[in-house]
């Protein structure tokens, strides 16, 4: 709930400059309009051909890992990514960035349109 006129221009505020930094990062600097906001894994994934199954025998974790970091409900470890970027031939930096800068782009886009979030003041 939100109480009293400077709450409310804050929450205002607080959308709206999360709403911009969302739409600069997304559209301007990270993601090159001729692609799609794609979780890293999946795309990676789909591009070289392989199954979840096969993906996950091939770092050595469960299925139900692997589809957890696909469907954005957590980010594989450092030690994980390490070996997701060996499969997938890339640079490891340039590939933990990626997911780093997707992860934090979904977190703000739940927060963004989460229609309970409110400022209590």
């Known amino acids: 709930m939100i109480r009293g006129e400077g709450c409310l221009a804050s929450f205002v505020l607080t959308r709206l400059y999360a709403a911009m930094f969302y739409s600069l990062f997304y559209s ?13 894994i999946l795309k990676y994934r789909q ?3 392989f199954t979840q199954i ?3 025998q091939l ?8 589809l957890d970091w696909e469907k954005t409900r957590f980010a594989p470890d450092r ?4 070996k997701l970027a ?16 997707y992860f934090l782009l979904w977190e ?8 309970s979030f409110s400022l209590v003041c």
Do not use: C, W, Y
Request: avoid cysteine.
């Open 47 to 49: 591009q070289r051909g």
């Open 108 to 115: 703000l886009e739940e927060l963004i349109f989460d229609p």
């Open 86 to 101: 060996k499969v997938f031939g890339l640079d490891l930096e340039k590939f933990s960035k990626e997911i780093k800068l």
């Open 54 to 56: 096969q993906l996950a």
């Open 59 to 66: 770092i050595g974790v469960r299925h139900k890992t692997l």
């Open 79 to 82: 030690g994980n990514q390490e």
């Open 28 to 40: 301007m600097i990270f993601f090159p309009k001729s692609q799609n906001f794609t979780n890293p």
